[in-house]
């Protein structure tokens, strides 16, 4: 199996405790849960602050962050070989960034 810090349960858009139940989570019938795995434990975040993050997801740490549009991030990505990290923003540009 995968390592835990690459392993994620997501229902909806609620991140899910390994070690709880789902009736403690409050899963309800019919819910679509799914577990994500991560590539890495490095994760991208967009927001409206105008930046973008990378955050460590094993220790909730913020590794760095991405400065330079002109308004709200509205995506952020890392390429597939996780080298560089693509970010667009409200003000119609798009960053190519190193990871």
């Known amino acids: 199996g995968l390592p835990p810090w690459r392993q994620r349960l997501l229902c909806q858009t609620n991140l899910l405790r390994f070690d709880d139940t ?11 849960v799914s577990l994500v795995a991560l590539p890495s434990p490095k994760v991208v975040t967009s927001s409206s602050d105008l930046t973008a993050k990378v955050w460590d997801s ?5 590794l760095r962050t991405l400065e330079g549009h002109g308004d709200s991030v509205r995506a952020a990505c890392f390429c597939p070989d996780r080298t560089r990290i693509l970010t667009a923003s409200r003000d119609g540009t798009a960053r190519l960034w190193c990871a």
Do not use: N, P, S, Y
């Not at 789902?22 to 679509?32: F, K, T």
């Open 58 to 62: 094993t220790t909730g740490e913020c």
């Open 22 to 32: 789902l009736v403690a989570a409050d899963v309800g019938d019919g819910a679509v």
